[in-house]
């Protein structure tokens, strides 16, 4: 057995549960056509099927001022996204 590194570099759709913001929790919204909930899957599927998942992360505008870390092994998120409060005072108008 040797380590391995899985790379994806891709563009739109991503973002999903943008209200939750730094520090808080993000499970997904597993919608089947989410980017984000697609490549949360393919990480629970790797560990499901025996890969020790050392590091696991999807970053949300790379190399940019105000990039969002999402931790795909503790669902952490680092970092808010700057439309969270429309999202926030969505929520709150239901």
Request: aromatic letters at 6%.
């Amino acid at each position: 057995m040797g380590m391995f590194r899985v790379t994806v570099e891709a563009t739109g759709g991503h973002g999903c549960q943008r209200e939750k913001g730094d520090g808080e929790h993000v499970v997904g919204c597993e919608r089947s056509g989410c980017p984000d909930c697609i490549t949360r899957e393919f990480v629970r599927r790797l560990r499901r099927c025996g890969a020790m998942v050392s590091k696991a992360q999807l970053v949300h505008w790379p190399d940019q001022v105000g990039q969002v870390h999402d931790d795909l092994l503790t669902g952490e998120r680092r970092g808010t996204f700057p439309e969270r409060e429309q999202y926030l005072a969505r929520e709150a108008g239901r």
